[in-house]
């Protein structure tokens, strides 16, 4: 077996393929002009970030590199490779196969044969679908982010010293249960909310049965909240809201502060630093900007399942801004009709009257697993609709 975590050097064979696919000249010219695009009544507003951050153009550019150096063989990826339809699609035009899914969601590795190629994608795996891949002699080719794996590093360095984790993410993002996976104790919060309550519970010691069963799906095996949280170490999906991980990290803090007191801090509490990546800051910022120009209107645009996407939504909602999360042009049906993903929720919905006759400054961003082609396209389906 052996693992591939670095280009292959193919990179200049596989560029125009990339660019073809993927880029847009009218959306860079738009960046390099100001990020201002007038046109009949309408103008757009483009976020200063948004799009491949570095970490997703790694991971596709490994997978066609793949594709090209392991031409012969068999090639397998676990995942999708990113959260965008498109992009994932596209692999499959490489001969890049899926492995299917078990009843329970788990990978079915039995279709893997030795010396076929398995990729990894740009979340990780856990480390026990790891392990299993061990066994098969099979090439791996190993996309995850650099960002991701400085994650891992702080939870190995938890569980060495018996801290349990405490993961700000989603229980069923990929990118947590690989994080997770790296610790014997981990809980994972979503929110600041399920924060407070498990602090709540830290100070007022709660009732066992009502945290295992609020917390059943987001906890280590065996998990014991009246001993397991004695020592802590924060820990985060690296595409959370930054702010939000810092007021979580601040709260269990004050909490393990105030249960064993300054001078056995340290012996009960951990911080990891900042691990949410760079790109989703960059691209939460731009949002933040965004939202302070004259729009009425906001189009953020990535993969329904795109973690990072959904958090710039949530960014225009609490502004108060009307605003859409949709995966591709596909999404706007009609000047009338709209589908889109709720914030907060995995429920795709349709909504009318989404574009009116006054919404004439719109806010154009998208999540860093989106290609700008798709931008564009989306720009230009607006401005079509607009005339009818």
């Given at each position: 077996m052996q693992i591939h975590?670095?280009?292959?050097?193919?990179?200049?064979?596989?560029?125009?393929?990339?660019?073809n696919l993927y880029e847009s000249s009218f959306i860079n010219d738009l960046r390099q002009s100001g990020g201002q695009y007038k046109v009949n009544d309408l103008t757009f507003y483009l976020a200063k970030v948004f799009g491949f951050c570095w970490g997703v153009d790694r991971a596709i550019s490994m997978a066609y590199e793949s594709a090209k150096f392991f031409k012969d063989k068999k090639i397998w990826i676990t995942n999708e490779i990113i959260h965008n339809p498109l992009v994932n699609d596209n692999l499959t035009k490489l001969n890049i196969n899926f492995l299917p899914k078990n009843s329970d969601n788990t990978i079915d590795f039995n279709l893997i044969k030795n010396d076929d190629v398995v990729i990894l994608p740009a979340f990780g795996v856990s480390k026990e679908d790891l392990n299993k891949l061990h066994g098969f002699g099979c090439?791996?080719?190993?996309?995850?982010?650099?960002?991701?794996?400085?994650?891992?590093n702080r939870i190995e360095k938890y569980e060495k010293q018996n801290f349990t984790a405490i993961i700000h993410g989603k229980y069923n993002h990929e990118e947590t249960i690989a994080t997770a996976s790296r610790?014997?104790?981990f809980l994972i919060v979503q929110n600041y909310d399920e924060a407070k309550w498990v602090c709540d519970f830290i100070l007022n010691d709660g009732d066992i049965d009502e945290f295992l069963l609020k917390f059943k799906l987001a906890t280590s095996f065996n998990f014991n909240p009246k001993t397991d949280l004695d020592k802590i170490g924060i820990a985060n999906q690296t595409t959370m809201l930054k702010g939000e991980t810092e007021q979580i990290g601040k709260l269990f803090e004050k909490t393990i502060l105030t249960k064993f007191g300054p001078s056995y801090l340290d012996e009960h509490f951990m911080s990891p630093g900042d691990t949410i990546c760079d790109a989703t800051q960059e691209r939460q910022d731009a949002m933040l900007s965004l939202i302070q120009e004259p729009v009425n209107l906001i189009i953020v645009i990535g993969g329904f399942n795109s973690s990072n996407t959904g958090h710039l939504q949530e960014i225009a909602e609490s502004a108060k801004i009307k605003s859409f999360h949709i995966d591709g042009v596909n999404c706007l049906i009609s000047a009338n009709k709209i589908r889109h993903k709720i914030a907060h929720e995995s429920t795709i919905v349709t909504s009318e009257n989404w574009l009116s006759k006054s919404d004439v400054n719109i806010g154009?961003?998208?999540?860093?697993s989106t290609p700008n082609q798709v931008v564009a396209s989306v720009i230009e389906r607006i401005v079509e609709l607009s005339q009818t």
């Open positions: 975590r670095k280009s292959f050097g193919l990179r200049s064979q596989i560029q125009e393929s990339l660019d090439h791996i080719v190993d996309t995850t982010c650099p960002w991701v794996s400085r994650v891992w610790s014997d104790k154009i961003t998208s999540g860093a």
